[in-house]
Every structure is written in C-alpha cells, then in structure tokens.
C-alpha cells in the first residue's frame, strides 16, 4: 500500500519561513507525481494552493511556493501571516488510477 | 463564479444505500472531469472517484471499488455518487472537486463545501 508522508505539525512565528514536505513510500518524489498542495481551515472545505509541483492559481497569495526538495514535494511560506495557520496537505499521482493524499501537516502560527 | 454544491447526505443504517448529488455552476460542467473526496471526522483526505467529462472513463479508489459507482448527467449540470453497502469507516464528509483542466485529472483546483454521511445503527 502506498503512503505519503507529511510532517505531523510544524510552528512558525509570524513574518517567518517554513517549509513543509511529502514524501512517498516509493521512492523519490518528482515531478511526475505532479504534486498538489490544499489547505484547509477548522469547519472549512480544502482549498487548492498549488498543483503540478510549482504553479499557482490566481488566488494563491505570492508567499506560498512549491518545489521538489531532497527526494520529496515541498511547499514553502515566506513572510507566514497569522491567517496561514491551517491543516495542509499534499497529494501524489501515481499513475493509472491511483491518488493519493498525505496525512496533512498542523501548521501553528505563534 | 464556480459552485459546487453537494447534497444527499444523512444518516443510514451498516449495508444501506444513500446517493449523493453534486450540483455544479459557473463553468461548462460536460467539458471538465470531477472526483469525489472524503474525509473522516478528525482525520485527513482520501480520494474516492473520479469521472471523465463524458462519463466514459471511471476511476476508484480500492476502499470503495464495487460498492460505489460515480456517475454524472451532463445536461442537469450535476454529479452522483451511489453508496452500496455503506459500512462505519465509510463515515466521512464527502466533497467534490473539478479537475483543473482535461488534460490534468490529477490536479484539483475548486471544491464543494462537502456532505456529512453518517453510517451507524
């Protein structure tokens, strides 16, 4: 069975950088997996942050960005704002019919 | 703006059947593919189905496969999801979320606010 692994929970002070990763039980991630970013707020429906490794939608605000980093999908927050405290979480394709999404990342803003 | 908006859910007993519906707007619904995705009360996303923007090509996750069948009628703008023999891990809020072009099912870009089905005695 194939699982993709996200950091539990990660803290950040507000103004500064983190960057959270998915990795796949498989091997390394690239950009055929075509990773995607949501996030997801308390009460809330995911909302799409970033797809196909790097690219944003037009409402992706400028401090989000994804990558590939060391094997794995990664989505980086420069500038964290109090707002961006959510739930993230990454999803893989695996080719076929198989998506996968990680088990999310609490990101903490304090 | 794109709308999605499910409905349908409720509560129903181990082995029943409930189908639930996804109403779209905002866009040219036969021209995009669309998933259904749940999740579980207190715990992360699971992808559970997709179908093609004609209908003719249907995907599932492995934990569903046989007991739901996704569908979609393109002139009511509106996707289905039948439950067969529900069991209590199928308990989940259930989204749907159109893919973001037809070339690319695997990304996602808007989601429905999602329906709550509940399976329990």
């Known amino acids: 069975q194939t699982v993709v692994t996200q950091e539990p929970s990660l803290t950040v002070s507000p103004g500064g950088t983190v960057t959270l990763t998915c990795a796949s039980s498989?091997?390394?991630?690239?950009?055929?997996?075509?990773p995607n970013w949501f996030q997801q707020k308390p009460g809330q429906a995911p909302r799409a942050l970033i797809y196909?490794?790097?690219n944003k939608y037009s409402w992706t605000p400028a401090r989000f960005s994804g990558s590939l980093l060391g094997g794995k999908a990664a989505l980086t927050l420069s500038g964290v704002q109090p707002e961006d405290e959510a739930e993230y979480y990454c999803?893989?394709?695996?080719?076929?019919?198989?998506?996968?999404f990680g088990g999310g990342t609490k990101l903490t803003v304090l | 703006q794109v709308q999605l908006v499910e409905s349908g859910g409720g509560v129903v007993q181990p082995g029943g059947s409930l189908r639930l519906s996804c109403a779209a707007s905002?866009?040219?619904?036969?021209?995009?593919?669309i998933h259904w995705v749940r999740q579980a009360p207190g715990k992360g996303l699971e992808w559970v189905a997709f179908?093609?923007?004609?209908?003719?090509?249907?995907y599932y996750a492995d934990s569903v496969k046989g007991r739901f069948t996704i569908s979609r009628d393109n002139s009511k703008n509106t996707l289905y999801l039948q439950m067969n023999s529900l069991r209590a891990e199928d308990t989940a809020v259930y989204y749907c979320?159109?893919?973001?072009?037809?070339?690319?099912?695997?990304?996602?870009?808007?989601w429905g606010q999602g329906a709550l089905v509940t399976v329990s005695s």
């Open positions: 979320a159109k893919e973001r072009a037809r070339s690319s099912w695997f990304d996602f870009d808007y």
């Open positions: 999803l893989l394709y695996y080719g076929g019919a198989q998506l996968v």
């Open positions: 179908i093609r923007y004609d209908g003719n090509n249907k």
């Open positions: 905002g866009f040219t619904f036969s021209a995009y593919g």
């Open positions: 196909s490794t790097s």
């Open positions: 498989t091997g390394a991630v690239t950009s055929d997996y075509y």
